[in-house]
């Protein structure tokens, strides 16, 4: 049977009200980052690729920073404190009153587990569709140990035992609930009411869901996912192995999707990090935030690159840094040991040694060189360098904002340029040289003079 699963409502509960002790941390382990994303964020941008619009966020600490952090353009969220933990399923009843509006489909799923997808979180929803009452997402894994073990029988699931209470041949069980599972958004409340607390933790268990609504002749059953999909966060070591699989993840996808990578276990993307087909990247490129790659570029080796827009066959390092606001033309190069801030390098513009652009704009095709730095702070305020198109920009200048340089001018290696220069003008700004024939001769021999008297007093 295929049910409509978009014309069914939905409210997801994220649980994320736990003290994350096992972090160590000063801030709530929802809000530490994955891809340089709060890890909540990427919970919700599962649940949004879902079609989930309506949130209950359950937290303890840090509300307001967790609040902020889960905001999603495409999903509202309402915000439910749990002051004592006391469960899974006491947690969820702390967002009693977003349930008790009356949607089809409740999603409980936990903050702690970033790298879940839309698929499993849609199997579970089309479970209910389908006409069961609660649909458990459970993986599969090697080691069991600590999970709650899913027993099924004839595709019907029932019960999930967890860890402790398990007995020793549940316990060899492989099969783990992962946390996450939708339940009958109108039955939901009745049959969580009525979990108790004893067990082995006394806590009030989410997972006892699956017996409750059986004793009512209710159905329960599990979709499986990837092992991979539930991993959860509860120390810093497995937020390293979270991000691991993250980026694999990400750059397994780019690849397909046509990105070349020599080495792309090197290259560290962002959440959001946007590269085209036919860019190659080569390894050891490490990504912040809000990078945009066009096609055709190339990144070369050891490249530190946040906030810039790349254009169409730009070619960037090695060892380039792009920093917020830097936007490269088509065709445009940025070499090594050169960082550009906050400036627009213009088509076929080359900035290729040596450099510092900072609140600039450089016209198309115009060659800055070697050393060339902008002097854009005064100690208080930032000063922008206007560069037209065609210049050249001799070695090791210094161009001291605010300052113009016209098209086509020419600036002399070594320049300090403190005013505007002319369209096609040459620019000399430095100390003219001197040439004082047979000179060093003069210093030779009364150096070498200097030497021998030294000798004679030692011997
Ligand atoms: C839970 C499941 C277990 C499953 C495992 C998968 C239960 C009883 N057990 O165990 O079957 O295999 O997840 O990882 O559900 N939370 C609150 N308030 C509370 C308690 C928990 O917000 O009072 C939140 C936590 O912050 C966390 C999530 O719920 O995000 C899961 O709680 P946790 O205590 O980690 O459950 P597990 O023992 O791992
Ligand atoms: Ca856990």
């Not at 964020?41 to 949004?48: D, G, I």
């Not at 993307?269 to 490490?286: C, H, K, W």
Request: with cysteine; aromatic share 4%; hydrophobic share 40%.
């Amino acid at each position: 049977m295929t049910v409509d699963r978009t014309k069914r409502t939905c409210l997801a509960v994220i649980l994320a009200a736990g003290e994350s002790t096992r972090m160590k941390s000063a801030q709530s382990k929802v809000l530490h980052p994955v891809a340089n994303r709060p890890m909540i964020a990427h919970v919700v941008e599962a649940l949004a690729k879902a079609g989930i619009s309506d949130i209950a966020l359950v937290l303890g600490r840090d509300a307001d920073k967790v609040e902020a952090a889960a905001k999603n353009a495409a999903v509202q969220s309402s915000v439910h404190l749990q002051t004592e933990r006391l469960g899974t399923a006491h947690a969820v009843l702390a967002a009693r009153n977003a349930i008790a509006k009356g949607y089809d489909d409740v999603l409980v799923v936990f903050g702690d587990t970033p790298l879940i997808t839309e698929a499993p979180l849609i199997a579970a929803r089309e479970g209910l569709a389908a006409g069961a009452d609660v649909v458990v997402i459970g993986f599969r894994t090697a080691d069991p140990t600590g999970y709650g073990r899913l027993l099924v029988e004839n595709s019907e699931l029932l019960a999930i035992r967890e860890h402790k209470d398990a007995s020793e041949a549940e316990r060899a069980i492989t099969y783990c609930n992962g946390g996450l599972m939708a339940i009958d958004g109108r039955k939901a409340l009745g049959l969580i009411d009525r979990i108790g607390n004893n067990n082995a933790k006394g806590e009030y268990y989410l997972t006892d869901i699956v017996e409750v609504v059986r004793a009512d002749g209710g159905r329960a059953i599990a979709v499986e996912a990837p092992e991979e999909e539930l991993t959860g966060c509860n120390t810093r070591a497995e937020l390293a192995v979270i991000e691991r699989l993250w980026q694999r993840r990400r750059r397994h996808q780019m690849m397909i999707d046509g990105v070349s990578m020599i080495a792309p276990e090197t290259v560290f993307l962002s959440f959001d990090t946007q590269i085209a087909r036919d860019v190659t990247i080569e390894p050891n490129v490490v990504f912040g935030p809000g990078v945009t790659i066009e096609g055709g570029a190339l990144i070369h080796s050891f490249s530190h690159i946040e906030g810039a827009f790349i254009s169409a066959d730009a070619e960037i390092g090695p060892y380039a840094r792009l920093r917020p606001g830097a936007k490269l033309g088509e065709g445009s190069k940025v070499g090594n040991f050169t960082e550009v801030k906050k400036a627009d390098v213009g088509p076929g513009a080359k900035i290729n040694h040596l450099s510092y652009i900072g609140d600039a704009f450089i016209g198309a095709h115009t060659n800055v060189g070697a050393g060339t730095i902008t002097c854009n702070y005064d100690g208080i305020n930032k000063h922008i360098t206007r560069i037209g198109a065609d210049a050249f920009i001799g070695s090791n200048t210094s161009l001291v904002a605010p300052v113009t340089v016209g098209n086509g001018a020419y600036i002399a290696s070594g320049s300090v340029i403190t005013t505007d220069v002319p369209d096609d003008a040459i620019a000399f700004g430095r100390a003219r040289q001197e040439n004082k024939e047979g000179r060093a001769v003069l210093i030779r021999e009364r150096n070498q003079a200097i030497k021998d008297a030294k000798k004679k007093v030692a011997t």
